[in-house]
């Protein structure tokens, strides 16, 4: 069992930055893929980006690519999402995500379902 917990999120003016992290509980939290998911007032809860165990695949959503990071500490257990260049359409509840068969897939996944461990979710606003 993981238990995730998200930090980081806020208010902020487009254009701005912030970091997102994911703290994790449990020793097996470096052999699941991390990802992260963000779900905005009337909408699905969509793909944002996600992480192989070991940090070596990343994969992004087209519309943050070049704007997001991610990364993970697995010795921290935490994995985090850089954001810069954030746009209003970046506003959502962001959700950071563990996958207990990601050291085990071939692909990471993007699809929710795949995901065991889901954390609070954090809010992000960014205003125009």
């Known amino acids: 069992q993981v238990r995730l917990v998200e930090s980081g999120g806020g208010l902020v003016q487009a254009g701005g930055s912030l970091r997102l992290s994911c703290a994790a509980s449990?020793?097996?939290?470096?052999?699941?893929?991390m990802g992260w998911f963000r779900q905005a007032p009337g909408k699905e809860r969509e793909f944002v980006a996600a992480?192989?165990?070991?940090?070596?695949?990343?994969v992004y959503v087209d519309s943050v690519k070049g704007r997001f990071s991610i990364s993970r500490d697995n010795a921290k257990n935490t994995a985090y999402l850089q954001m810069i260049s954030l746009k209003p359409e970046d506003t959502a509840v962001y959700y950071c995500?563990?996958?207990?068969?990601?050291?085990?897939?071939?692909?990471?996944?993007?699809?929710?379902?795949?995901?065991?461990?889901w954390g609070q979710g954090t809010q992000v606003t960014v205003s125009s």
């Open positions: 995500a563990g996958d207990s068969m990601g050291r085990g897939r071939l692909i990471i996944a993007r699809d929710s379902n795949a995901y065991d461990y």
């Open positions: 449990g020793r097996t939290f470096s052999n699941y893929a």
């Open positions: 992480i192989s165990w070991n940090g070596g695949i990343k």
